[in-house]
């Protein structure tokens, strides 16, 4: 169902992952490579395809552990492109996006505690039949 509370808070990081593509097309780590907008795309791949498998919360949990991970690895290449940059006018933005990726976090470990308790509930009224 579309309308649980892991659904809405997996919706949010999807978001996240969406304002995070569309502030970092700044962001280059690799010349001629657009990393960042591939890790991005994946991101809300990843994100769409946890919301729509609702039936399966096994594979929910494993895509939003996996989902976790990316954003972990992404927030080390951001602090990593944010300690090469200089300072200055040029970058009045600089440090908008690790948020995105903490925010991502945040709202798939929510998700994740949802999910373990909507399976602990369906666990315990299949104990009762």
């Known amino acids: 169902m579309i309308q649980r509370i892991q659904s809405v808070t997996m919706f949010f990081a999807v978001l996240s992952a969406v304002f995070l593509f569309i502030t970092s097309q700044d962001v280059i780590l690799i010349e001629g490579i657009p990393v960042m907008m591939l890790i991005c795309i994946a ?14 919360r096994k594979r929910q949990i494993l ?6 991970i990316i954003n972990a690895l ?4 951001l602090g990593y492109w944010l300690l090469s940059l200089s300072g200055g006018i040029n ?3 600089k ?18 505690l949802y999910i373990r308790r909507d399976e602990k509930l369906v666990k315990s009224v299949d104990r009762l039949r």
């Open 43 to 56: 991101l809300v791949l990843l994100g769409l395809l946890s919301i729509f498998s609702f039936k399966n």
């Open 63 to 68: 895509l939003n552990n996996v989902s976790m």
């Open 74 to 77: 992404l927030i080390g290449l």
């Open 91 to 93: 970058f009045p933005e």
């Open 95 to 112: 440090g908008i996006e690790p948020i995105f990726p903490i925010m991502d976090i945040v709202f798939l470990l929510m998700s994740n």
